[in-house]
Nanobody, 123 residues
Framework: QVQLVESGGGLVQAGGSLRLSCAAS????????MGWYRQAPGKQRELVAG???????NYADSVKGRFTISRDNAKNTTDLQMNSLKPEDTAVYYC?????????????????WGQGTQVTVSL
C-alpha cells in the first residue's frame, strides 16, 4: 500500500506565498511522474504542475512564472512553491504520484492521490 501525505496549505493574502509538500510512503519501487492538481468549488480538477523522475517540470499556463515544482527522488517527496498568489488560486490542492510497486509477478504502476489541502487566497 502507498500513501501520499500533504502539508502546507492555509490562508494567505493576495501576493503572498505558500509552500506545499507531499511525501509518499509504503511499498514503492520507484515513482515516475509526481504532480499537483487543484479543484475549486464547482470546477473540475485541473493539473497545476507535474515533474518527471528526471526533474523535468511542466506547468499550467495560469501558474507559469509564479509556481515552482520540485522533487527529491531519494525521499519520495515533491514540493510546490507558490508565489504571487491570486484569489483565483483558491482551491483544494491534491498531490499525485505514479508509483511503480513490486508485485509477485514483477512490477505495476498505479496512480495515487493525497487527501488534499486547502489553499485560500484573500484579497
Amino acid at each position: 500500500q502507498v500513501q501520499l501525505v500533504e502539508s502546507g496549505g492555509g490562508l494567505v493574502q493576495a501576493g503572498g506565498s505558500l509552500r506545499l509538500s507531499c511525501a509518499a510512503s509504503g511499498s514503492i519501487f520507484s515513482i515516475n511522474v509526481m504532480g499537483w492538481y487543484r479543484q475549486a468549488p464547482g470546477k473540475q480538477r485541473e493539473l497545476v504542475a507535474g515533474i518527471t523522475s528526471g526533474r523535468n517540470p511542466n506547468y499550467a499556463d495560469s501558474v507559469k512564472g509564479r509556481f515552482t515544482i520540485s522533487r527529491d527522488n531519494a525521499k519520495n517527496t515533491t514540493d510546490l512553491q507558490m508565489n504571487s498568489l491570486k484569489p483565483e488560486d483558491t482551491a483544494v490542492y491534491y498531490c499525485q504520484a505514479d508509483v511503480v510497486v513490486p508485485t509477485i509477478g514483477g512490477r505495476l504502476e498505479f496512480r495515487y492521490w493525497g487527501q488534499g489541502t486547502q489553499v485560500t487566497v484573500s484579497l
